[in-house]
């Protein structure tokens, strides 16, 4: 019989009234969060960001009640796959239960588990580790899937990033994803990462030509074209594109799966900066409206206080400005962010009450993300802003906004140990743990310290990575890297 997909973790289902799911719980999240993987059929699994062979737990929509109790073939299938038999049986029966009834809360161990170590599975350096399980599991296709997935949907990514993840994430889908018939979400992604991916190239941003992203980019492109129509336009487009990318290797079609890659650099990457005269416009429009760098006093005195605690993702490291100009506009500038734009909006808050005075979107002015807001006159010596992805969310605590940066920061150092940059990792890790602590979570601020001292232990011994981060990097990694 096929290992389950999801490892052998023990497992608890639970059924909240009135919310139409069941959540079953694996193992607490770690430093870096969670990222989620829809596989349809009303199922999404989530895994741990920093070690993504360990569940943190899947969410399933009760089935109709119609017959009542009644559990689709297709689920019982992919319950059947991901869990094992056992526990899926346990699964469907708790299913069948909560639709008959959902209007009380219940709850339900699946199958006995696996307790201790796994001879087979475990990794004795990760049972040291505070909070990680000794026996991890969830397939690589899978996990693989879900952090491409992941970078693709993270606040403030470039077009080109955000298309390679839906892509690689398709391409680990469907070698790994067959035995749960995942075609209509494989479709679904193919769509939107390809015409995301057409349209950022058409934009100019591509990776460096014959460098580490490139050609590892191009090895993907070839898997993706072969899940296309044989002989379609989109198909030529994306073969035509990886031999662009891949010059000297023309002849030599790459066989690579997303799944192998050990190489722990990334080289940088490049986007069409424009012509000179978009150069000289640029700075043209730095004398009349001042960045982030050589300012003098006048305009320091014009600056407007930006609540940097509640930027998420890599925002929190970008080079953001704001200032008034005139009686009644603030001008948001984020330098170099014109292709990073989508989605982010800048706000206007009142610092006295913190009431919200003024929303817009981030616009591309000539290579930067800019947002003009109108303010009321009285209020322009009293002003706060931030840039945020979620415009109607209110904006979050000090500690909410501590846990945020946290799991971003976390992100970033496990994106690092893919690529190699112990490092960075450490430094990462560290920051993450600091971040843990403001925000009052003691658990997790000595996960990510020892998740630190890990990397910083693998950097004195010289080694590319810690012991127990064996994948290699995503593509996406190697194109965030320099995008």
Not at 92 to 114: C, K, M, Q, W, Y
Not at 375 to 403: M, Q, W, Y
């Amino acid at each position: 019989m096929a290992e389950p997909l999801l490892g052998h973790l023990p497992l608890v289902a639970t059924h909240v009234p009135g919310s139409g799911l069941v959540s079953v719980a694996s193992w607490p999240v770690g430093p870096a969060g969670s990222v989620g993987l829809d596989l349809g059929f009303g199922v999404e699994i989530d895994v741990d960001a920093a070690r993504p062979s360990c569940l943190v737990g899947l969410t399933i929509e009760l089935p109709p009640v119609d017959p009542p109790g009644g559990v689709p073939d297709g689920l019982r299938r992919v319950l059947h796959r991901l869990l094992g038999r056992s526990r899926s049986d346990d699964l469907v029966g708790f299913l069948g239960e909560s639709a008959r009834d959902p209007t009380h809360a219940t709850s339900a161990r699946l199958g006995a588990g696996v307790h201790g170590r796994s001879v087979a599975n475990g990794d004795p350096d990760l049972a040291d580790l505070p909070g990680y399980a000794p026996v991890p599991g969830v397939t690589p296709a899978l996990h693989r899937a879900a952090i491409a997935q992941g970078a693709a949907c993270a606040p403030g990514v470039s077009p080109l990033v955000r298309a390679v993840g839906l892509l690689e994430a398709v391409a680990e889908l469907s070698v790994g994803g067959r035995a749960l018939d995942l075609a209509g979400a494989v479709r679904r992604d193919l769509r939107i990462g390809v015409d995301t991916l057409l349209g950022a190239v058409d934009g100019g941003l591509r990776p460096r030509r014959g460098g580490e992203a490139a050609r590892e980019l191009a090895g993907l492109l070839r898997v993706v074209s072969s899940l296309t129509p044989r002989q379609s336009l989109v198909a030529a487009r994306l073969t035509s594109l990886a031999r662009e990318l891949e010059p000297h290797r023309r002849n030599r079609p790459s066989t690579r799966r997303p799944t192998t890659s050990k190489r722990p650099l990334a080289p940088r990457c490049h986007h069409d900066r424009g012509s000179a005269e978009d150069a000289s416009s640029r700075r043209q429009l730095d004398r009349d409206h001042p960045g982030t760098v050589d300012v003098g006093r006048s305009d320091l005195l014009r600056r407007v206080p930006i609540d940097v605690g509640s930027l998420p993702g890599a925002l929190a490291e970008a080079p953001i400005a704001a200032y008034r100009r005139g009686p009644a506009e603030v001008v948001v500038r984020i330098d170099g962010w014109a292709v990073r734009r989508g989605g982010l909006w800048a706000r206007t808050f009142h610092s006295g009450d913190g009431s919200l005075l003024a929303v817009a979107p981030l616009r591309a002015d000539v290579g930067d993300a800019v947002a003009r807001l109108l303010v009321p006159p009285e209020a322009i010596h009293r002003l706060e802003v931030d840039v945020t992805d979620r415009p109607e969310l209110p904006r979050p605590s000090p500690a909410l906004g501590a846990t945020q940066r946290a799991i971003h920061v976390g992100r970033f150092a496990a994106q690092a140990e893919r690529l190699g940059d112990v490092a960075s990792a450490a430094q990462r890790w560290r920051q993450s743990a600091r971040l843990w602590s403001q925000a009052g979570d003691d658990e997790r601020a000595e996960m990510a310290f020892a998740l630190g001292d890990r990397a910083a232990d693998a950097l004195r011994l010289s080694a590319r990575r810690p012991a127990d981060a064996r994948d290699g990097p995503l593509v996406v990694d190697l194109v965030d890297v320099g995008a």
